[in-house]
């Protein structure tokens, strides 16, 4: 925790925080060990401060080698702030140890033990023990200690990504079992639903119309189901597939007009009286847009037939905004029959009934969660008679 808290105040983006570090260790020195700097020393010490503030922004390199000028310049001034300009060199080599690892760390720690050993040249050869052991505090901590908040910095990024290919792999293998059970349970049991309509048409004698055109949708239904199925075990199988290529996805946003239109007929067919303004710009949309779009109207005239009844009324408008957002409106006439009354088939369903939440209505909130949009359903008028669904799904961003 404490190394990841460091490494981050080192990173570009913590500026700030760097230099609240440095001031304070400067004032402090200042205040507290050095008591006797004097204006001049508190004046150096600043203008040390400031030179590696400013290079720094540039180069952490550049800020080590501008304290280790200043290190050398302090001495032959004869300023009394060593430690005061020492802990401000080992900040610097220790931000260098952590951004910039290797040969610039190397260039930084030969400059500061060179400008040390200078300093110290007098003292040589007797004082030699001394020297080192003071030249490897200097530049040896600064070293260990950013070399190990790094190492721990890097280690934790290494966990995050583990830990994102796990997820990644995770949802693979949840995707490819849905794909398993999709492909060898519905879709077989679909084709086998299909295949026996199929059987029927041929089969059954002709002589009602009525028998024929619903076994004719039925097949076609099927059939376009079966397909449907197809693709989302494909996509399923491999994720990189979704997008806007129109090969990729279940529906092709130019056929989408084509699309609704056949959601309409057989809303239509279903004995609803559906009056719908589509407009064309929705052949535009991008893949995912277009897939909610047509889900979201299957649905929405799914749950007019089922809770107002085949004989209700139904208004169906999508329309494309300048902004190029899609909106979808399905509102319908609600209970014909009279309150209270359970409406017999062939009629239309109490409001009340319809306030019963299910899967339908969950899944298009998160269809149109995912795309950032909003979705109401409730009410259409003040008395509790229609219901209605609005949709709107922005322009996904650039």
Sequence with gaps: MIARWVHNVLQPGHGPARVGVMLAALVGDLLFVETGAGAAGWAFALAAFGLGLLFGLWSPLAAV????????????????????????????????AVRRPGRSFAAGAVAVALVMCFNLFGALPAELPSVLFRVAIV?????????????????????????????????TAERAAIARELHDLVAHHVSSMVLRVGVARHVLPRDDPRVTATLDDLHASGTAALADLRKLVAILRDPARVGDDPAASIVDPGTLPAALDAVMERG??????????????????????????LR?????????????????????????????????????????GAPGQTAPPGQTAQA???????????????????????????????????????????????
């Design 296 to 336: 979201l109207a299957q649905e929405g005239l799914a749950n007019v037939a089922k809770h107002a009844g085949p004989a209700a009324r139904v208004w169906v408008g999508v329309t494309v905004g300048d902004d190029r957002s899609v909106h979808l409106d399905i509102a319908d006439d609600g209970s014909r």
């Design 352 to 398: 009340g009934q319809r306030r019963q939440p299910g899967h339908g209505l969950v899944g298009m909130r998160e269809r149109v969660d995912l795309l950032g949009g909003h979705l109401e359903v409730g009410p259409a008028g003040p008395g509790g008679a229609g219901w209605r669904l609005s949709a709107m799904l922005p322009e996904p961003a650039a």
């Design 268 to 293: 239509r067919g279903n004995g609803l009286d559906v009056r719908a303004a589509i407009d064309p710009a929705v052949a535009g949309l991008d893949a995912l847009r277009g897939i909610a779009v």
């Design 65 to 96: 080698l501008v304290q280790a000028g200043m290190l050398a310049l302090m001495d032959v001034l004869g300023l009394g702030v060593v430690v005061a300009i020492k802990v401000m060199t080992c900040v610097t080599l220790f931000d260098l």
């Design 139 to 171: 530049v040896g901590v600064p070293f260990l200690l950013g070399g190990y908040v790094r190492m721990m910095s890097e280690a934790a990024e290494r966990e995050r990504e583990r830990v994102a290919q796990r997820i990644v792999a995770s949802r």
